[in-house]
T-cell receptor
Framework: GAVVSQHPSWVICKSGTSVKIECRSL??????MFWYRQFPKQSLMLMAT?????????EQGVEKDKFLINHASLTLSTLTVTSAHPEDSSFYIC????????????FGPGTRLTVT | AQTVTQSQPEMSVQEAETVTLSCTYD???????LFWYKQPPSRQMILVIR??????QNATENRFSVNFQKAAKSFSLKISDSQLGDAAMYFC???????????FGQGTRLTINP
């Protein structure tokens, strides 16, 4: 089956620093990747959609200068949280859609970010 | 804007019994997909079942089946012969046809009592 990995699975960083989270599709090419944020005991909220080779499309209310998304290849997308603050602490989940699919979406295992 | 509503924050069921999770959605589109995802304590999202809106027949996957009522914009999930491993958060999700993103409901936490 299609596998999506995320790295790291858990990261702690200090306030004001930047942290990068990687999302990789291991056995398929992902023309589109999605980044979600999930607060404790809440649902997933889509942050942005990224297509390989083009700029990400951010959802309303998501600061694009704070959450930098790069989709440089068909198997890798990165989310960089810049100048992190404690309120950015959350669970970040990526998903990837294979090329040619109209509905399939495979999720990564998530990354827990804690900003101290 | 499309919205998905799950009105049951928590549900519980005895092992081997049947449970139904509710979901309603709001859209002006005629073609779309509906999904149920399971999120166990590991937090890995797992697709449980998918329904295409143009199909009248309700989708089934082993012990999981849906009751899709397009006119009522309702999409419930029935789990038969509940097992301890079914305990998880269940999210209903909507995706317009041809669009890319998923819109999730608030989730229902399902507990299985042995």
């Amino acid at each position: 089956g299609a596998v999506v990995s995320q790295h790291p699975s858990w990261v702690i960083c200090k306030s004001g620093t930047s942290v990068k989270i990687e999302c990789r599709s291991l056995d398929f090419q992902a023309t589109t990747m999605f980044w979600y944020r999930q607060f404790p005991k809440q649902s997933l909220m889509l942050m942005a959609t990224s297509n390989e080779g083009s700029k990400a499309t951010y959802e309303q209310g998501v600061e694009k200068d704070k959450f930098l998304i790069n989709h440089a290849s068909l198997t890798l997308s990165t989310l960089t949280v810049t100048s992190a603050h404690p309120e950015d602490s959350s669970f970040y989940i990526c998903s990837a859609r294979p090329g040619g699919s109209s509905y399939e979406q495979y999720f990564g295992p998530g990354t827990r970010l804690t900003v101290t | 804007a499309q919205t998905v509503t799950q009105s049951q924050p928590e549900m519980s069921v005895q092992e081997a019994e049947t449970v139904t999770l509710s979901c309603t959605y709001d859209t002006s589109e005629s073609d779309y997909y509906l999904f149920w995802y399971k999120q166990p304590p590991s937090r890995q999202m797992i697709l449980v079942i998918r329904q295409e809106a143009y199909k009248q027949q309700n989708a089934t996957e082993n012990r999981f089946s849906v009751n899709f009522q397009k006119a009522a914009k309702s999409f419930s999930l029935k789990i038969s012969d509940s097992q301890l491993g079914d305990a998880a958060m269940y999210f209903c999700a909507y995706s317009p046809w041809g669009a890319q993103k998923l819109v999730f409901g608030q989730g229902t936490r399902l507990t299985i009592n042995p």
